[in-house]
């Protein structure tokens, strides 16, 4: 099954912090001035259909059509390079800025959307209340509106690996839109847009985490990427 890709028009935006933004930490300082070039990116996370592929028993007591999880940094990297061989074409993972470069979209807000986030524009379980909100498990593409680059599920439902290593801070980090790689520091990757059992707060897309580029979790899936 050939990937559904979207066209990721090239840009600049500043990424990072949101001013005013009151969940902001050190690890998305210091905003900072990146130019993007073109590039393409998974309309949706990779879904179980599509992982089963290459590892065919993989999740398989769960929907065909839900985003596949328990899937490491070297798991995807992996399934890039298979998918490569299958079709002919460089697949990867996407780069850190590329990421939030295509979740922005061209705004500049903590969501997408505007400052706050509600039930109905995103998978997650909990309202910075206390309330249950969401369906407290994955779900298909499509349930929720896409971005404005017509992308589905960039914050929330899953989790997503980028290709980067951790840093703790923007401090030095590249301006033109590629991955961020430090040898010394090839044991934790990059993760983005929060998940289905987070709080909104962590859906928020400057939001940035890591693990270890082995771990395997329920909430942590990927989307794959490809250069024009």
Request: proline residues 8%; hydrophobic residues 35%; negative net charge.
């Amino acid at each position: 099954m050939k990937p559904d890709l979207v066209l990721i028009p090239g840009g600049s935006f500043w990424m990072g912090e949101n001013e005013e933004d009151k969940f902001a930490s050190d690890t998305e300082r210091p905003r900072h001035f990146v130019e993007v070039k073109p590039f393409c990116l998974g309309k949706n996370l990779v879904l179980l259909e599509e992982y089963r592929a290459f590892r065919p028993d993989h999740e398989a007591e769960l929907p065909a059509e839900w985003p596949a999880a328990k899937v490491s940094w070297d798991d995807a990297v992996a399934y890039c390079d298979w998918l490569s061989g299958e079709h002919g074409a460089a697949y990867r993972l996407p780069t850190e800025a590329e990421w939030e470069y295509a979740a922005r979209a061209g705004t500049q807000t903590p969501y997408p959307w505007g400052d706050t986030m509600d039930a109905g524009q995103a998978n997650y379980w909990y309202d910075e209340q206390g309330q249950k909100v969401g369906a407290g498990h994955r779900t298909p593409p499509g349930v929720y509106p896409e971005n404005g680059f017509g992308l589905h599920d960039m914050l929330g439902n899953l989790c997503e690996w980028v290709q980067d290593t951790w840093h703790p801070n923007y401090e030095g980090s590249p301006q033109d839109g590629s991955a961020w790689e430090s040898p010394a520091l090839t044991s934790r990757r990059v993760l983005r847009g929060g998940a289905w059992d987070y709080l909104p707060r962590l859906l928020r897309v400057s939001w940035r985490d890591a693990l270890p580029h082995s771990a395997r979790r329920d909430n942590v899936g990927f989307r794959i990427a490809t250069s024009v």
